[in-house]
Structure formats: C-alpha cells, structure tokens
C-alpha cells in the first residue's frame, strides 16, 4: 500500500515583483526559518480526454526535492486532499493506478503536461521551535509534455507557460484558523487566491490543453429528458419558467448515485471507514430508481444493469455484513459481566472475525479489479450519457413521483401484512426479511421524489425508515443467530465450551421476538392514510 500523506494547504499567485510579508508575529507564528530552495521537475499523466483532470485528481512523477516519486492527490474537500506515494519507476505503479479506475476505466494514462519549480520553503514555527506551516514559493514553468522526456524537446515548437505560485500548508494539527491568518498578510500584501485548484489545472489551461466536453459521466445527462418535453409540449409553467420533468428528477438522482459509486471506489480500496456500506447504498438506491420509476426509465434497458448491480451489491455485502455483524457479536460480548464470559471467547471471536476478513477482503478487491466491475462502470456511463427514457420522462415530476411511491408503497403494505400474519420461526424470518427490502425500496423512491415533492416525501421516508430499521434489526439477529451457532460449535469442538455463545443467542431470540411485537404499532403509525394523501400532488 502506497504511503499517504493528508495534505491542508492554500494557494496563491503573485506577480514577479510582488514581495511577501514577514510572517512572524501572525497567529502563534514567532519564526520564520528557511528551508532552502528545491528543483523539482514533474510529469503528470492523464487519459487523452483528461478524466482525471475533470475529477480534480492529479497523478504525477516528480523528480528532485524530499518527496521524489509517484503522488496520486485524491480531493478530500475544499483544500484537502489525501496525497499517496511510490516509489519512483519508469511507468505508472499499479498500486495508484488502481486508486483511478473507476474514472479512467480502460483508457490508457499519457503524460499530458512537464512542469519545472524552483522551490523556495519557508518554515513558521511557534516559541517551543515546532512547525506550524509551510510556506513555498514556486517559479512554476510548465510545457505540454507531447510524449517528451528531455527537458531541451519538452513541448518544442508548443507555448509554455509560467507563473509564480505561493503554497501554504499545515504541518500536524495546526489548525485552518493559521491558515486564515496567513492569508490575510499575504491578500493585504498584493497576493492574491490562485485562479486554479492546482497546478495541473493551470498548466493545462495556459498551454492550451483544456479539453472540450467533460469526461464520461461528467457530461449534462438531461438533454434527451429536455427534448421528450419539447415534444409533448409541456414543461413551461404559468409564467415560463420550466418546471422540472419526471426526467428531470430521476436522471438527477440517478447520476448521484453513480457520482457516489465511481468516488467511493479508491476509498473502498483504500479500506477507509464506511466506504464499503456507503458504496453498497449507492448501487441499491440506483437499482431501486430503476426499479421503481419504469414509467421514466424503460425497464428493457435498465434491467440488465439492475442485475450487475445486484451482483456488485452482493459483492459488497460480503464484507460490509462482516463488519456490521462483528461489531454486534463484540457489542454482545461487552455487556456480559465477567462471570458469565466463560471460557477464552473474546480471542475465539477475534479469530473468527479476522478469518473472515481476511477472505471477505481478497474477494472484494479482486471483484474492483476484474472485468466484470469495469463492465459496470463503462455501462453506468453509457446509461447516463444516453438516458433510455420513455414518454411519461416528459410529464411533471410531482404526479409520477407520487404514483411511484405509492405503487412501491402497496408492495410493501402487502408484504407486511403477510409477514404479520405468518408462522413464528423460519417462515415469519423469511417473510419479515422481504417486508424490509420492500420498506427499503419505498424508502429510496420517497428520497428520489423528495425534489418533486417536497416535505411530504421527505416525512414519507422518513417513516418508512422507521419500519425499515425495525425489520432490519430483526433480521441482524436471525443473522447474529447463525453466528452464534456457528462460533459454540466450533468453540465446543475446542473443548472451551459454548455457554457464553448460547446465552447471547438467547438474547438475540428474545430480541427479535421484542422486534416482532413492536411491529403491529410501527406499522400503523407509517401506514396511516394522511400520510398518503400527503403524496398526492
């Protein structure tokens, strides 16, 4: 794994003449140290059409200076991104090249642009001597790179570009409040914000390099919605003004669910805190839009891409369910008294956890690296670039919205019913396990039709959610059940005894049977008819 760097900085640009001001006695600031001055020579890579570039990721090898190598920069928020690093090679290592699949797919990564810095650092330090920022200033000279290695045929016969650039970033825990400071001496010197995100990003405009159009899944997806209303003649509301369409509204909750997805990807990778569940909602949701709204999107094509979506769902699941059950088995064992932790079940169930892991983890990273998962992405794409909508994407959003809810809304009203009236045991774990999934369906099409109708969807989710969370609970204890089974037989077999492991599988068995009585009232709150009327536009 490439080593990671979090990166909290501010940029700005001056003339050549502009002179910075003394720092010291900013904030905590009392010196000011010099660093020394670095070459650093750079070569930034990118799909021809610049995908990376549209996504706000630089990816780089960079010669010269302290940190020489690879830097992939993933944008984390405005000001903050993670920087991860390799060591140097002659092309593109895959341990960051795998961080950018999701957006280059399988195009191939070109060097794109060569820039040269001379690299003046300056160090602010508080009165203990310890680091606070870090304060560069950059002589930047930049050629479009024209497949050129050699610094005397970079970008011959092509404009370069030159500026000066001043980069202040934290050092440790500092704080953005220094960062402010820092930026109010500079602004009030004559510096002022730079008018690119990076480097990358002004090289690129100044030597001519600004593609047009934006990458695969970055283009307007709503053009064919625009022209089925043209055509039905609707749209214009009294006074002109375009109301927004059916289309209009599914397209757009559809593309953030693949916005979610195609970002979440380095995360999962990386294996940073709730990426997987998150990645794993976003591939639900975009499957139950296709599901819900047939009467926007047609059901022939969408349903191919439902069913890969399944899979990469699945996939997920393996090892998001991993962790959601670890965590409840451990949360389980933390409330025995000691007197009831019989036996070494705390090290039996870190064994078993870590096994499981170990597996779930492998699996999953070999499904981001197979064909199949590439497949998905390049149809996501497609699917937004060339929306396969049907006429009623024409029609106001607000009377489809409603008709969707409520359609999925029945489906679930059934399966609750059934579920309620069913047999204790197997057959009312099964039937209360398909009410859920039918509550989590009714819930996302809600959320998709909150832009079209408002509050009354958003309280319709809402309460939706509510039923949803109980069955949920209920089926984490059917599956915290078979765990339990599973960890006394193997921890009998050791000759450790399974008492503790039986007692939490008691408890989970009462737990579901409380889930179970709490259901009728659950269910007659969310299904009450007001709530339904509330829909209806």
């Known amino acids: ?187 009030a010197a004559g510096v002022r914000p730079a008018s690119a995100a990076s480097k990358l990003a002004r090289a690129l405009a100044e030597t001519g390099q600004v593609r047009d159009g934006a990458a695969p899944g970055e283009r307007p997806i709503h053009g064919s919605a625009e022209a089925a ?105 933390g409330e025995l008294p000691g007197t009831l932790r019989l036996g070494p079940v705390d090290a039996r169930l870190r064994i078993w956890a870590e096994r499981r892991r170990a597996g779930a983890r492998d699996q999953l990273l070999d499904v981001l690296d197979g064909p199949r998962y590439l497949a998905l992405l390049k149809t996501l794409h497609a699917f937004l670039a060339e929306p396969p909508l049907r006429k009623a994407a024409g029609r106001p959003a607000p009377e489809v919205a409603a008709g969707a809810v409520l359609k999925d809304y029945r489906r679930l009203a059934r399966r609750t019913e059934a579920a309620l009236a069913a047999s204790a045991g197997r057959e009312r774990d099964e039937a209360l396990h398909g009410a859920r999934k039918a509550a989590k369906r009714t819930r996302y099409a809600a959320e998709a039709a909150r832009p079209a109708l408002g509050r009354p969807a958003k309280k319709f989710a809402k309460r939706t959610k509510r039923v949803q969370q109980l069955l949920g609970d209920h089926q984490d204890s059917v599956v915290a059940r078979e765990a339990l089974r599973e960890l006394a037989t193997q921890a009998q077999r050791a000759g450790e005894g399974g008492f503790t492991f039986g007692l939490l599988y008691g408890r989970e068995e009462a737990l579901a049977a409380d889930r179970e009585r709490a259901l009728p009232d659950v269910w007659r709150k969310a299904s009450r008819r007001k709530h339904r009327a509330a829909l209806r536009p």
């Open 229 to 333: 209303v043209k055509a039905k003649g609707k749209g214009a509301g009294k006074r002109g003004k375009k109301r927004p369409t059916a289309g209009d509204v599914v397209l757009r909750y559809a593309r953030e669910q693949v916005r979610v997805i195609v970002e979440l990807d380095p995360a999962v990778r990386r294996d940073l805190p709730d990426a997987v569940h998150r990645m794993r909602v976003a591939t639900r949701r975009l499957r139950s839009a296709f599901r819900s709204y047939t009467k926007v999107l047609d059901r022939t094509a969408t349903q191919p891409i439902g069913v890969e979506l399944k899979w990469l769902a699945a996939e997920l699941g393996v090892e998001r369910d991993r962790e959601v059950l670890t965590e409840r088995l451990r949360a389980g064992l």
């Open 1 to 187: 794994m490439a080593d990671t760097v979090r990166e909290i900085e501010r940029k700005y640009e001056a003339e050549d003449d502009t002179r910075l001001p003394d720092l010291a006695g900013i904030d905590r600031v009392t010196a000011v140290a010099e660093a020394g001055t670095e070459e650093l020579d750079a070569v930034y890579y990118d799909t021809a059409d610049q995908r990376l570039a549209a996504a706000g990721i630089t990816l780089r090898r960079r010669t010269g200076g302290r940190d020489a190598g690879w830097h992939l920069k993933l944008p984390v928020a405005p000001g903050v991104r993670d920087e991860l690093r390799a060591p140097l090679s002659e092309t593109p290592p895959p341990e960051l090249t795998s961080l950018v699949r999701s957006r280059v797919l399988d195009g191939e990564l070109v060097a794109v642009v060569r820039l040269r810095t001379r690299r003046t650092v300056r160090v602010l330090k508080d009165a203990a001597g310890t680091p606070l920022a870090e304060v560069a200033e950059d002589a930047v000279h930049a050629w479009p790179a024209a497949g050129a290695v050699d610094a005397g045929t970079a970008g011959a016969g092509r404009p370069g570009a030159r500026w000066r650039e001043i980069e202040v970033e934290l050092v440790g825990d500092s704080g953005a409040g220094l960062l402010d400071e820092v930026g109010r001496a500079l602004t």
